[in-house]
């Protein structure tokens, strides 16, 4: 009978600890979110936006772009006990310019295009993200890329220069980037 109460009281337990470590639902983006390594605010920006959240903070931290979103999971400086991390689901958005508050997505789940000829919030390239495959599909037929999953995109094209990392577009040329 002892036995059968401990196990249920470690099964309790356990599932009070799966409640605490449940990812938060996304932020609202205010006009004091700015990005954290650019420290510019994110509606100055076009594109795909991120937010993570850290354990033990409240607030997310900010990404004017879902690359940098990406980069901060995998730069060694940065915190690892991560909580949430949220992409703008571009199929959702309401446009490149200004793609809303609305259209947030779990960006581990979701599918990116790379190498397209779409430049992200500070004019570089950009992992574009997107909730459902398809719609990351028609995107890279559009604008060129190909489609990957989070676990899957190179850490030299998210790390490294401007330099693509897969070629499947020229220059940037055709950019929707507004200088």
């Given at each position: 009978?002892?036995?059968?109460?401990?196990?249920?009281?470690?099964?309790?337990?356990?599932?009070?600890?799966?409640?605490?470590?449940?990812?938060?639902?996304?932020?609202?983006?205010?006009a004091e979110a700015v990005?954290?390594?650019?420290?510019?605010?994110?509606?100055?920006?076009?594109?795909?936006?991120?937010?993570?959240?850290?354990?033990?903070?409240?607030?997310?931290?900010?990404?004017?772009?879902?690359?940098?979103?990406?980069?901060?999971?995998?730069?060694?400086?940065?915190?690892?006990?991560?909580?949430?991390?949220?992409?703008?689901?571009?199929?959702?958005?309401?446009?490149?310019?200004?793609?809303?508050?609305?259209?947030?997505?779990?960006?581990?789940?979701?599918?990116?295009?790379?190498?397209s000829k779409q430049r992200?919030?500070?004019?570089?390239?950009?992992?574009?993200?997107?909730?459902?495959?398809?719609?990351?599909?028609?995107?890279?037929?559009?604008?060129?890329?190909?489609?990957?999953?989070?676990?899957?995109?190179?850490?030299?094209y998210i790390l490294g220069?401007?330099?693509?990392?897969?070629?499947?577009?020229?220059?940037?040329?055709?950019?929707?980037?507004?200088?």
């Amino acid at each position: 009978m002892k036995r059968i109460l401990l196990v249920g009281l470690l099964l309790l337990g356990a599932c009070g600890d799966e409640r605490e470590a449940a990812a938060p639902p996304p932020a609202e983006m205010t006009a004091e979110a700015v990005g954290h390594y650019c420290n510019m605010a994110l509606a100055e920006h076009a594109g795909p936006k991120g937010q993570i959240f850290v354990a033990g903070k409240d607030r997310p931290v900010w990404f004017s772009s879902a690359r940098d979103t990406i980069a901060f999971t995998m730069l060694p400086d940065e915190p690892k006990d991560l909580r949430g991390i949220y992409v703008t689901d571009m199929g959702k958005a309401e446009s490149w310019e200004n793609p809303g508050n609305a259209a947030w997505t779990d960006a581990r789940a979701a599918f990116y295009v790379i190498g397209s000829k779409q430049r992200g919030g500070m004019g570089q390239m950009e992992a574009v993200p997107f909730a459902e495959r398809a719609r990351a599909e028609a995107f890279a037929k559009e604008n060129g890329g190909q489609v990957m999953a989070f676990a899957d995109i190179p850490r030299d094209y998210i790390l490294g220069t401007d330099t693509p990392a897969v070629a499947t577009h020229g220059s940037g040329h055709g950019s929707g980037h507004k200088p």
